[in-house]
């Protein structure tokens, strides 16, 4: 039977449902975020959560780069400004 690869779990990731299931009561579907630390949820737990496929982990290295502003000019080096010496002059 062929795997799919994903991501590893992370505590620093944002957990996500991927299978649809009752955590403390609430049902979660699948795609809704899981805060999994706001709901007092131990490490050892989500990583559970995770070993079964319940939940998966984004890391931020896969969000989209937001496209830069084709009409954006590029940054030029400041003017240069005149100190006290320079100003003063005897």
Known sequence: MKTALREPFS???KAVVAKPFTF?????????SFPWRKLSCS???????W?????????TSKA?????????????KPA???TADES???
């Open 11 to 13: 505590t620093g990731a």
């Open 88 to 90: 003063q002059t005897d």
């Open 43 to 49: 490490v050892r737990k989500a990583q559970q959560l």
């Open 80 to 82: 240069k400004e005149e």
């Open 51 to 59: 070993e079964n496929r319940l939940i998966s982990c984004e890391t």
């Open 24 to 32: 403390g009561g609430r049902t979660y579907a699948a795609g809704d």
């Open 64 to 76: 989209i780069a937001p496209k830069s502003d084709s009409k954006a000019k590029p940054m030029t």
